[in-house]
């Protein structure tokens, strides 16, 4: 088989986004009527790539035919010639231990094709597959899964009821994409509590625009923030457009959000830097399989004459990565906690004629300095976590109200959560005390909830809804306000 030639797409998403044929998990999964043909969408700027038989086979590739006919001679049932085809390239991928590279069928390579555009439907949660887990990197700004209170870094254990521990990425996207106003169960296990929990999430539209702007005074001074979700293909675009926007309205700073941003095409990424990195500097570098490097430079001939810093968290992948570390050794501040920690690059090459395609790590990026940051991230370099009560869980209350004198998780959880509203629970080591009791019977009575002093379902929704409408409200967004700290360098 001849596979034939084309320029490829350099994939710098270690994730997928869970959604429907239409959908999004850290891919997304999206449908739209003028959405370009995979070829259409391909990466320009890069090299075109072949694939041609080898002139010489392995010796041993007659086990593979000799198991072929074996299965599709005597096996008890009718089995297909694409059904054991298929099943012989995913156990290729699969054999190489490496989450990133996957075997997407024509239907996957539908669905995968609309990543780039960022339009989809689901419930915009970003996932990667990190030490066997199928692990969330982060959901996206206002998207279901956030609401829901899912979080980066966990890991989904099945979806409905039905273990996803033995299923590639691909397949657990399968089972957690559904119709819009359809309502997927997801059992998740997080770091520091004991036992797994149940979310329930109602899949829906998740917005596609890719950059959000704002702009406020910081000290007197006007500055700007830009928000990149991810790097889809119109992300330099957008980026550009809200830039130029406010400059024309005279910034004096700028903070740049890549927070829970969990990357996209590589252009993207590029057409972004390419405002800020000068041309004596690369942007990044490509290192191929025996370790040769090519270093890619912008245009720009010098530097915004405002200052700038980058906000990063645990969320923040690949092509974020490489804006990030990129901005950091061109001298800008980075400000957060330490990112995701990917640095390789995916190919997605056509197999057949029918529409398949294997995504294939084939490089890996460094920064400008040439450092690789793989499994490591980006280290900020000003450290700011967000508030406890940013981290708080989805509050488990089924049968039993939590009420005075007992202990638990979930009562550490409400006592963060009412702490973070201001409500004094006296303390949040999980013992439901007297103080406890009246900060929930305050909660309660301001609102229009019956004033019992214990956690019912009714009383436990309120307080993780408050707490969402929050941190949504970037009241205690400490890491937004230490960005914006340093970039006037206050004291």
């Known amino acids: 088989m001849r596979l034939r030639k084309l320029h490829m797409i350099l994939i710098l998403t270690g994730a997928l986004v869970l959604g429907v044929a239409g959908g999004f998990l850290g891919v997304e999964l999206g449908q739209s009527d003028d959405t370009p043909k995979q070829e259409d969408t391909a990466d320009s700027t890069d090299a075109d790539l072949s694939v041609e038989n080898s002139p010489t086979s392995p010796d041993n590739m007659q086990k593979v035919t000799e198991a072929y006919n074996l299965i599709k001679d005597n096996y ?216 040769e490097t090519e270093k890619f430079y912008s245009s720009l001939d010098e530097k915004k004459p405002y200052p700038i810093s980058v906000l990063i968290n645990e969320g923040s992948a690949s092509a974020s990565e490489i804006l990030a570390v990129a901005m950091k050794e061109a001298g800008y501040d980075v400000v957060g906690t330490t990112s995701f920690g990917k640095g390789t690059v995916q190919r997605a090459v056509p197999v057949g004629d029918d529409g398949s395609r294997v995504k294939l790590t084939l490089n890996k990026w460094l920064s400008p300095e040439g450092k690789w940051i793989h499994e490591k991230g980006v280290e900020p370099t000003v450290k700011e976590e967000q508030p406890d009560y940013y981290f708080t869980n989805p509050v488990q209350v089924e049968d039993k109200m939590l009420a005075y004198d007992q202990t638990g998780d979930n009562i550490g959880n409400v006592q963060e959560m009412l702490s973070g509203l201001d409500y004094d629970p006296g303390r949040t080591d999980g013992y439901f005390s007297r103080e406890t009791e009246t900060a929930v019977e305050n909660f309660q009575a301001d609102h229009d909830l019956d004033a019992t002093g214990k956690v019912d379902e009714q009383t436990a929704g309120s307080v993780e809804s408050a707490i969402v409408d929050q941190i949504r409200d970037g009241k205690d967004d400490k890491q937004l306000a230490k960005a914006l700290h340093v970039l006037y360098k206050q004291k």
Not at 253 to 279: S, Y
Request: proline share 4%.
């Open 76 to 291: 008890l049932e009718d089995v297909t010639n694409d059904q054991l085809i298929e099943g012989a390239i995913k156990g290729m991928v699969t054999s190489l231990d490496d989450p990133y590279s996957s075997y997407m069928d024509s239907e996957s390579m539908e669905q995968f094709s609309q990543t780039i555009e960022s339009s989809f439907e689901g419930i915009g949660a970003k996932v990667s597959m990190k030490n066997g887990k199928v692990t969330i990197v982060s959901p996206i700004k206002d998207s279901p899964a956030e609401d829901a209170g899912l979080r980066p870094n966990d890991q989904i254990l099945s979806v409905d009821g039905e273990s996803v521990s033995d299923s590639s990425l691909h397949e657990a996207v399968q089972k957690i994409r559904g119709e819009k106003g359809s309502e997927v169960s997801v059992e998740i296990q997080r770091s520091g509590v004991s036992e797994p929990f149940d979310v329930d999430v109602v899949r829906d539209d998740i917005p596609v625009e890719t950059v959000h702007s704002n702009m406020q005074k910081v000290n007197g001074k006007k500055t700007g923030t830009l928000e990149i979700s991810s790097f889809a293909q119109k992300t330099g675009d957008e980026f550009k457009k809200k830039l130029a926007s406010l400059e024309d309205n005279n910034i004096e700073g700028l903070v740049i959000d890549v927070r829970g941003n969990p990357g996209g095409v590589l252009t993207a990424v590029e057409d972004v830097l390419g405002n800020f990195i000068p041309k004596d500097m690369p942007d990044y570098q490509i290192e191929n399989r025996n370790g």
